[in-house]
């Protein structure tokens, strides 16, 4: 683990690999950088690696100073003097993946997106219907109601039960999100820049490399969302929603996974 200052804040990251092209993974909302230890060992023969906590999520820190996701990750390939990068992003790192390809389109090479969330996207009412079935009423203050809600709307997904899924990665998603969700409780009193317009309506500008795709069981609005990505950024690569996989679908299912990020990250 390493830690650089980028625009008043420590962030916490992992740098592996050697001199081929570099990739940036940003990890989910629910998550942190160590979702991604599978893509690591998988993409660290070829690609230089960088896998970082996002302000405030993780090991990094959180000044009391307004700030964007979008322009960490950018200052973050300046303090590495990193021209272009590749980003993959899973579900908040795939939004803040895209907003950072919209706000500075110079220094993204190619866009990897798994059960990625879109800036300004409004979630449907059968979203917020299943949440209510499966989560029910929780305490906005009661963190650990709140993490294992999460996973059972999230990780689990709403076609399996919670005995379908690998108890370890359950437990392992639990532990990440509780961290997150007191991160989320601090980024919420700090005033954090959303990308103005936002993305929903601006996937025609990206003009870099897309892949795309989701888990097939996780909430029907991501898959909705990675096709309407398919259709309005030009040239997108839709790949079909990865079976019994669930929103953290890099952690579940890193086979498929990383033969599509080989596939199409260039070397």
């Known amino acids: 683990m390493t830690k650089i200052e980028v625009a008043g804040a420590v962030l916490s990251y992992d740098d592996t690999g050697g001199d081929g092209s570099v990739v940036v993974l940003l990890h989910a909302g629910i998550a942190d950088r160590r979702m991604w230890h599978h893509q690591v060992t998988a993409l660290a023969a ?3 690696v960088i896998s970082l906590d996002l302000r405030g999520y993780g090991e990094s820190e959180l000044p009391d100073t307004p700030f964007a996701h979008y322009d ?6 300046d303090a590495l003097n990193v021209e272009r990068a590749a980003l993959v992003g899973c579900s908040f790192g795939g939004a803040v993946a895209i907003d ?10 190619a866009l990897a997106l798994l059960g990625t969330a879109v ?9 917020n219907d299943l949440w209510d ?9 009661d963190l650990d109601a709140t993490a294992d809600a999460e996973v059972r709307f999230w990780v689990v997904g709403p076609s399996r039960q919670p005995t379908d899924v690998d108890p370890e990665l359950l437990a392992f998603a639990r532990e990440m999100d509780r961290q997150a969700l007191a ?3 601090a980024l919420a009193k700090v005033s954090v820049r959303d990308l103005d317009p936002p993305a929903i309506g601006r996937l025609a500008e990206i003009d870099v490399p897309v892949l795309v795709t989701a888990g097939a069981a996780d909430v029907p609005d ?3 969302l990675a096709d309407r990505i398919a259709a309005e950024v030009p040239g997108a690569i839709r790949l079909p929603d990865v079976p019994d996989a669930g929103h953290l679908l890099p952690l579940e299912r890193p086979g498929p996974v990383n033969d599509a990020l080989l596939t199409f990250l260039p070397a």
């Not at 950072?100 to 090479?109: C, D």
């Open 222 to 224: 991501i898959s909705r």
């Open 183 to 185: 991160g989320e409780a």
């Open 133 to 141: 079935a499966l989560a029910g009423d929780v305490a906005d203050d």
């Open 46 to 48: 070829r690609h230089r």
């Open 119 to 127: 800036s300004g996207h409004r979630w449907s009412a059968e979203a």
């Open 72 to 77: 960490d990750v950018a200052g973050l390939l």
């Open 100 to 109: 950072t390809a919209l706000a500075h389109p110079g220094r993204v090479s």
